[in-house]
T-cell receptor, first 115, second 109 residues
Framework: GAGVSQSPSNKVTEKGKDVELRCDPI?????LYWYRQSLGQGLEFLIY????????KSGLPSDRFSAERTGGSVSTLTIQRTQQEDSAVYLC?????????????FGSGTRLTVV | GQSLEQPSEVTAVEGAIVQINCTYQ??????LSWYQQHDGGAPTFLSY????GLEETGRFSSFLSRSDSYGYLLLQELQMKDSASYFC??????????FGKGTKLSVKP
């Protein structure tokens, strides 16, 4: 597609439920990244996929978080047994690899609210 | 690991010039990037410096000094639409970007 597409744009869920967030990167971009941004805060790195290599999961905050990328394209971030502190905007980005010039393209994000 | 420091807020008037500084600590250096984010929007890529010196793109310029682990973003002829948060970022050895906490720029009339 022309840009990075994320869905849903907004998600409200009850504490303890599981959620799935989807990211469709730019066609041809082999690198895909997930970040989390709490209100008024910076971008917290979560996970990075590069081609067929094993993902860099070093940023995942707990084992309740997992992500997969199917066919080198679409990615799903899953949060199990959601907690209120998981409330944030989840941003996905993609880039050519290696990310020449640091030029990530971000999606508009999914705003997750855990009540 | 990597860490970045930048001011949390900067205020300037329309038409002025503003400089947003960024210092970083990183175990390996692969370039310094700048991103802009308007409230409620997605971050967008502004500039990238891999080598020392100044890179100019229209009203925006970015500078890097690798020996000082320091860079800045220079915004000239400020416009109201430049009000946004600006993030500096360094690339980790794995390829992912590590972002600073951001500088909120407010442009006043």
């Amino acid at each position: 597609g022309a840009g990075v597409s994320q869905s849903p744009s907004n998600k409200v869920t009850e504490k303890g439920k599981d959620v799935e967030l989807r990211c469709d990167p730019i066609s041809g971009h082999t690198a895909l990244y997930w970040y989390r941004q709490s209100l008024g805060q910076g971008l917290e790195f979560l996970i990075y996929f590069q081609g067929n290599s094993a993902p860099d999961k070093s940023g995942l905050p707990s084992d309740r978080f997992s992500a997969e990328r199917t066919g080198g394209s679409v990615s799903t971030l899953t949060i199990q047994r959601t907690q209120q502190e998981d409330s944030a905007v989840y941003l996905c980005a993609s880039s050519l690899a290696p990310p020449g010039g640091g030029g990530y393209t971000f999606g508009s994000g999914t705003r997750l609210t855990v009540v | 690991g990597q860490s970045l420091e930048q001011p949390s807020e900067v205020t300037a008037v329309e038409g002025a010039i503003v400089q947003i500084n960024c210092t970083y600590q990183t175990s390996g250096f692969y370039g310094l990037s700048w991103y802009q984010q308007h409230d409620g929007g997605a971050p967008t890529f502004l500039s990238y410096n891999a080598l020392d010196g100044l890179e100019e793109t229209g009203r925006f310029s970015s500078f890097l000094s690798r020996s000082d682990s320091y860079g800045y973003l220079l915004l000239q002829e400020l416009q109201m639409k430049d009000s946004a948060s600006y993030f500096c970022a360094v690339r980790g050895s794995q390829g992912n970007l590590i972002f600073g906490k951001g500088t909120k720029l407010s442009v006043k009339p």
